[in-house]
């Protein structure tokens, strides 16, 4: 006899993904005693493995627990089940953690307050009442308060404040929702906040965020030490604080994200759906770009023109409790004078934010890992990444195989590099522009920390094919043996091939801004035959001459009269000009066309998002630009509901490469602007026509090449407006389309296409 007790079953689970620090073992632990069974339930690296066992009856009833109970905030990648012999075992055990290569992997990242530790918060019996630093397994900091690994509290922030007995009962307890919960924290035992003027000067206060939320009720404007960082925070109904704020931050336009109380007070400025409200009730809490409302309570400065809203909701208990005695939105945004990257330390912030922040609330818990917010649009049912930090950061992608170990170093703007290990793809949080030293500095400390916690021993890594970038520099610090360079829209659609895992012959379409290509142009309205992991260029945009330097990017108008000198000639284009560009003076008309005549400063380009830029100045939407990006999301914002007609493209053949010929389109854009047409309906049939030239292009190299999919890439493909008709195109003409759901289209995604491109090379040999 073994011990082997006849009439009982086993089963192994192995679950992957983000498993560890989010009350996994709790859980199953939980489940298990009321199923009756015995067992185990042990982390390893990347993944929990328990072993159940019991009347078979009771295992199918767990089996059918299991999967609708699993933690919130985990997010399961991969789950197997196979039976295995039982073991006679007495009962349930959480086995200590195996430590042999615990990583960076086991970090998950930070976690939206769960809904039980929000009732103890509002419960005046409960010892958290009112007590802003509340967490538990469920929830919480994690990835930000990570000073070095294994993951425990040791090694976080969270060192600096010992456990009071009653916390430590609970730490200990593997039936207590804060088991092995490394931030758990209390009142007797943990962080404190405290309140500083705009001179850094101590203020008393008992209640610091009653006297905070007063501050902000009186138009002052706050900043915050919240979860990755400080934020800084005004009345979203006063359009004089938030006015002021855009002037101390030297943020002219961009629009400002916004933090309600709850779904109800969102619904009040934006028009969302169940599927908005899932994703901003999710643990990860990003902020949503959706439709503002036109009789929104939110003062006008705040979106600044655009007829969208950048909506969250509150994220920590600090955030709740904040909310909850301000009672109306607060503009949230990332606590730095913009260019820079967002301030982590009290003695920092007050330096930095100093004559930008009235009031500073403050408190001793250490943010290790800048996060900003995350930000998210919504396509179908799905989250469609724009920027990828708090919430998201360190959990990987999950690629469709294993791969030795390389590094995506990102491009120039938006940038994040990215480490492939195994199976799994690590992006850094959102870095920012790498054009300032500070920046670029965040840039190092994050890459040296991923290198380190990941383990990763890059055999090669991959830049832009940009000569200028600071990430093309960085490569040959990068740490690794082989240096790839790769082309900028090229990486765009391997990032899309990436993280969908698609592999075969497929269309892909990368419509973008600007990046360097490989014949000296600058590419950004691109197609490609791809076959595996082959990716060649197969098409484009056709090219213009592109006004250079700084100018051209800050005046759309400038890039709108190239296009007209293009397809009406010069001395049309300066009539033409003259009426649509009233504010620009004739002088710099001129200097612009004799550049342009005489090729001076001038680089042909196949951008799409300079096409964008040129028709929103066309019509008039913006003719000046304050940010990156400003022209054509005004003019995505300004398309009318109502279709109302197209312009005529054309599809040419040249040299093996298809090109979009998009001089009838200009040339209707201009007509209907010299005619006075509403610029609504000129961006509605410029967007229609574009994604009807989209579609064609893409139909046509598709079946030349039979394939059915289309991979859709690149910063323009942000513009769901665009997007949405692209997909329905697609679908009407069979094609399966593949978008992005895991990472931004926009730049922010691109070191994982570099990563997955030098990983491919690297395993081919
Ligand atoms: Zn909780
Ligand atoms: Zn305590
Ligand atoms: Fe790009």
Redesign the pocket.
Known sequence: MTGRPAGIAAIEITVRGVVQGVGFRPFVHRLASRCGLAGWIENTPGSVVLHIEGDPAALSRFRALFGPGIPPAARVTRLSVRKTAPAGLPGFTIRSSRRDGIALSTIPPD?A??????RELADPADRRHRYPF???????PRFTIVTSLPYDRERTSMAAFPLCAACRTEYGDPLD?RFH?EPNACPACGPRLSVRGGDGAPVDADDPIGAVARAILAGSIAAIRGLGGFQLAVDATNDDAVRALRQRKHREEKPFAVMFRDVGSVRAAARIHAADEAILRSPRAPVLLAPARARSPLAPSVSAGLPTAGVFLPYTPLHRMLLDRADRPLVMTSGNVTDEPIAIGNEEAMSRLRGVADIFLLHDREVVQRSDDSVVRRVGRGIYPIRRARGFVPAPVTLPRSFPDVAGLGGELKSTFCFIKGDAAYLSQHIGDLEQAPVRDFYEEAYRFFLRFLDARPRAACHDLHPAYFTTAFAERAGAERLFALQHHKAHIYSALAETGFAGKAVGVAFDGTGYGEDGAIWGGEFFAIDGMEVRRAGHLAYFPLPGGDAAVREPWRTALSLLRTTLGAAEAETAARELFPGIPRDSVRLVLGALEKKINVVPTSSAGRLFDAVSAICGVCVRSSYEGQAPMRLEGAAASKASGTYPFTLAESGGQLTVDWSELVLGTVADARGRLPAGKISRRFHDTLAAAIVAAASRLAEGAGARHVVLSGGVFQNVTLLSRVLSGLRKRKLSPLIHRQVPANDGGISLGQAYYAAAQVAGG
């Open positions: 976690i307050t769960c809904p039980g530790c929000l509340t967490n538990c397994t469920n929830c919480g929702r919960a």
